[in-house]
Nanobody, 123 residues
Framework: QVQLVESGGGLVQAGGSLRLSCAAS????????MGWFRQAPGKEREFVAA????????YYADSVKGRFTISRDNAKNTVFLQMNSLKPEDTAVYYC????????????????WGQGTQVTVSS
């Protein structure tokens, strides 16, 4: 597994923005497709966004389309999640994940996970 460390979470007002970062260790970052998932209190972890190895393909949950953007910088071994127009329902712990396979919406396909970073959106 590749080691993943998320950062950038925090408290933000509704309508505001945050950019999450996920730093990966090792030289094999470019071999992994990456994803972001989140888990709100009392809910199961759900898919947010995913990006292919090259960054040419991206996928988003319907709930975040048009508001969130996933990107990656392979030279820096980092994947980002730009979150705009945040809503209180976006409040959750956000997890970065990596898969040696293709980018998918299923967390079952991701074998490496970070510890998560808390995002809280106040009304």
């Amino acid at each position: 597994q590749v080691q993943l460390v998320e950062s950038g979470g925090g408290l933000v007002q509704a309508g505001g923005s945050l950019r999450l970062s996920c730093a990966a260790s090792g030289r094999t970052f470019v071999t992994y497709a990456m994803g972001w998932f989140r888990q709100a209190p009392g809910k199961e972890r759900e898919f947010v966004a995913a990006i292919s190895r090259s960054g040419s393909s991206t996928y988003y949950a319907d709930s975040v389309k048009g508001r969130f953007t996933i990107s990656r910088d392979n030279a820096k071994n980092t994947v980002f999640l730009q979150m705009n127009s945040l809503k209180p329902e976006d409040t959750a712990v956000y997890y970065c994940a990596a898969t040696f396979g293709r980018a998918t919406m299923s967390q079952d396909d991701f074998g490496s996970w970070g510890q998560g970073t808390q995002v809280t959106v106040s009304s």
